[in-house]
């Protein structure tokens, strides 16, 4: 096969989820429903908290930045996708296809801190109640987001950086709809074994390490909670966890499965199927399960709702 240097690869070509043209019609009406609904939920879920000066908390600032970070994820992927489809050019650029790599690498551990900084923002709210204002000030809140962006953006770099070293064959078909750096690595001629290894230990830690900590959090709301003496106060404190439990157990549930998928099959276009259950599912559905389950989201969601239709008409 005929090695084709990285400094002279120009482009990639995104195959996408199939290649039966009349199934693409249906895939572009799927993915742009999925997009706007996406686009939707997270805009109006960060309108309403930041209209609603009740909702401005430590759990609600990291909802809002999850519902930004939710959002950025699934427009840094299927616009180039819808685009592809309905100009039927598949082609994207060395440098596009490196950045759009970089993006969902930092996405996606920012959203693995992000439901780990919830955990423990429900920990120290149920465990330590009377010292929970003093210990999730705004600083210390802030500096938690700081802290878990920097951590998402150096993983993103690293793995960038490695891909640069990389030489890639003639083949440079792409069996996936955006970027994923597990599958661009698989085009290299050059020896990858470095760049599998770094993404098999950043997955495990940088996943891991936020899963335990919803793990330790979890077990130690479990157990202040059973000791509660009355029956409304252990309700009332499951019910403020449900809505991040589910959002952990989508996003979590899905990128397991994707993995398990991909050492079961052994079909690039396969796993790229299984990818959009945590690449756009998890963005798509967190506004609903906060919406619909938080009772003070739903009033601040009412009150947005209301004041907008008032505006329009």
Do not use: W
């Amino acid at each position: 096969m005929d090695v084709e240097n990285q400094s002279v690869t120009s482009e990639f070509f995104l195959r996408g989820l199939t290649d039966d043209t009349e199934l693409q019609p249906l895939i572009f009406g799927i993915f742009l429903c999925m997009y706007l609904t996406t686009i939707f939920g997270n805009v109006l879920m960060m309108l309403a908290i930041n209209c609603d000066s009740h909702l401005h908390t430590p759990m609600y600032l990291f909802l809002c930045h999850l519902s930004f970070n939710d959002l950025y994820l699934v427009s840094i992927t299927v616009p180039k996708m819808l685009v592809n489809i309905q100009t039927q050019d598949q082609r994207i650029t060395y440098a596009g296809c490196l950045s759009q790599g970089f993006f969902v690498a930092v996405c996606t551990v920012f959203e693995c801190f992000l439901l780990g900084v919830m955990a423990y923002d429900r920990y120290v709210a149920i465990c330590y109640p009377l010292r929970y204002t003093v210990l999730m000030n705004p600083c210390f809140c802030i500096n938690l987001v700081l802290i878990s962006l920097f951590i998402s953006i150096v993983n993103g770099l690293l793995h960038s950086l490695m891909m640069l070293h990389l030489s890639f064959c003639t083949d440079l078909e792409i069996l996936h709809f955006f970027c994923e750096i597990a599958q661009v690595i698989k085009l290299a001629c050059s020896d990858s074994l470095i760049n599998s290894i770094l993404i098999f230990v950043t997955a495990a830690v940088f996943a891991g390490i936020p899963l335990f900590g919803i793990i330790f959090s979890y077990i130690h709301i479990v157990s202040t909670v059973l000791k509660m003496p009355s029956s409304e106060g252990k309700y009332k404190a499951f019910s403020t966890c449900g809505s991040h439990l589910s959002v952990v157990s989508l996003f979590y549930g899905t990128g397991f499965g994707v993995y398990i998928t991909s050492e079961v099959i052994d079909s690039s276009r396969d796993i790229a199927v299984a990818s959009v259950m945590y690449s756009i599912v998890p963005p798509m559905m967190n506004p609903f399960i906060y919406g619909l389950r938080n009772r003070d989201m739903k009033e601040a969601l009412k009150k947005v709702i209301s004041k907008t239709a008032a505006a329009l008409l």
